[in-house]
């Protein structure tokens, strides 16, 4: 019997027995189950020096215990796969499978080189299960979402959709305030603020004039909430507040064209990030309930 045709009849195989063989000796497009315990579910593949992990976790919802719903955790794992998969983490292919309402899977790929040193390669699967579910965790503790504003009727929606798109395919969470259930008693100054203070950032499209120009300021000013202001060259909606990028370091505006719009919504995520963090490395350093002990 060749190599190959012992994995085509080996469906799993142990940790320890994938050492011996070794990494670089695995058959080329074959897939086999590793089997161990207290060890994430994973498939190997090799392609020349490629090797493909796929990962499941499966979540059988009427043993799930944790305080989000089985179905709201899975999403947010698929929405951190692709968080960390732009942060540089060799991840790709993320899906779920979630047609059946009692077991939910989701799956991702890790790709590896195949000379990567044994130890490395347990460590680097443990770390990718690992990684996927705390940041799910953080994303849904910490609210890790953005609020969209701007024009929200006609070719004004459509573009607050594009936007919208773009930054779900980067794994975040938006709101659009048009679409969000209102609440009795509740005005749309207190409706955009309770959205708005929920989020990680806000992104305004400030091309043209509509009612975002009176939620601007209590966004901005009032609530400070970081944001990033999209507004397409030579156009905007007002003069009136563009002495507050200046004034202030929580708002910045970025200009684009219909064919940079997407580069310039990154680049306003790199600089909300960036904001972000060393304001909170300033809070850490001066504030003293938040100084390390």
């Not at 684009?256 to 909170?280: C, M, P, R, S, V």
Request: charged content about 30%; overall charge negative; hydrophobic content about 35%.
């Amino acid at each position: 019997m060749t190599e190959g045709e012992y994995f085509e009849d080996f469906e799993e195989i142990s940790l320890t027995e994938l050492k011996e063989i070794g990494l670089t000796n695995v058959p080329e497009n074959i897939s086999i189950q590793i089997f161990e315990n207290n060890f994430p579910q994973c498939y190997l593949t090799r392609a020349g020096n490629q090797l493909s992990i796929r990962i499941e976790e499966h979540i059988y919802t009427k043993y799930w215990f944790h305080k989000y719903h089985a179905s709201v955790f899975a999403n947010a794992m698929i929405k951190a796969i692709k968080r960390l998969t732009i942060e540089g983490i060799p991840f790709s292919d993320e899906e779920i499978d979630e047609e059946d309402e009692v077991h939910i899977f989701v799956r991702w790929t890790l790709n590896e080189n195949s000379d990567i040193e044994f130890e490395k390669f347990i460590e680097n699967i443990n770390t990718a299960f690992d990684i996927v579910f705390e940041r799910a965790n953080s994303m849904l503790e910490n609210s890790d979402s953005i609020l969209i504003l701007g024009k929200d009727t006609g070719e004004g929606l459509e573009l607050l959709k594009r936007i919208q798109s773009h930054l779900e395919n980067l794994g975040f969470y938006t709101y659009i305030i048009k679409e969000q259930p209102d609440i009795i008693g509740e005005s749309v100054m207190q409706k955009v603020l309770r959205f708005g203070l929920s989020s990680r950032y806000v992104i305004i499209e400030n091309s043209e004039p509509t009612g975002h120009l009176y939620e601007f300021p209590h966004i901005t000013k009032f609530a400070e909430l970081t944001s990033i202001v999209l507004q397409r060259k030579g156009e905007g909606a007002t003069w009136m507040f563009e002495d507050l990028y200046h004034k202030l370091n929580s708002i910045k505006k970025f200009e684009y064209t219909n064919e940079t719009l997407e580069e310039q919504i990154n680049q306003g995520i790199d600089w909300a990030d960036n904001y972000l963090k060393e304001f909170g490395n300033y809070q850490k350093e001066n504030l003293p309930w938040m100084k390390k002990k």
